[in-house]
């Protein structure tokens, strides 16, 4: 059902493209004056100016219709998550658990996890690197 729609969708904006092409410009917005073209009459202007609002009405229902169809099923989910995510450690760290932040934030929990598992004391000023 949505190919149908889409293919609906493309075909009106096909011919409301063409249907705005081929009206006349009123204001010479572009420097290119009316003119006595081959669709200059009165009649023809009214039936495409017609012709245009409806295609445009045409082209809304099936934008809101796709819009409507696109999200019909989608169910609503969580960004945390419902189950805890499996840890993986590499194959030579000791394993050492992450403890949950408790102050400060997850950075800070990171940071303290790190030094576990190193074993080492975080230096208390910036040290430069050291050769080899």
């Known amino acids: 059902m949505q ?11 096909v011919v409301l493209i063409g249907s705005v092409l081929l009206q006349k410009s009123e204001g010479g917005g572009l420097g290119m004056g009316g003119g006595a073209g081959f669709m200059s009459s009165r009649g023809t202007a009214n039936l495409l100016t017609r012709t245009t609002a409806v295609l445009a009405a045409g082209f809304f229902l099936t934008s809101l219709f796709l819009s ?10 969580s960004i945390i998550g419902t189950g805890t995510p499996a840890q993986t450690q590499p194959a030579g760290a000791p394993s050492a658990p992450i403890s949950t932040p408790t102050s400060g934030g997850i950075l800070d929990s990171l940071k303290k996890a790190d030094e576990a598992q190193q074993g080492r004391q975080a230096p208390s000023e910036p040290q430069a690197p050291k050769s080899q």
């Open 3 to 13: 190919t149908v729609v889409i293919v609906v969708h493309l075909m009106i904006v």
């Open 68 to 77: 409507w169809y696109a999200g019909y099923n989608r169910q609503p989910s």
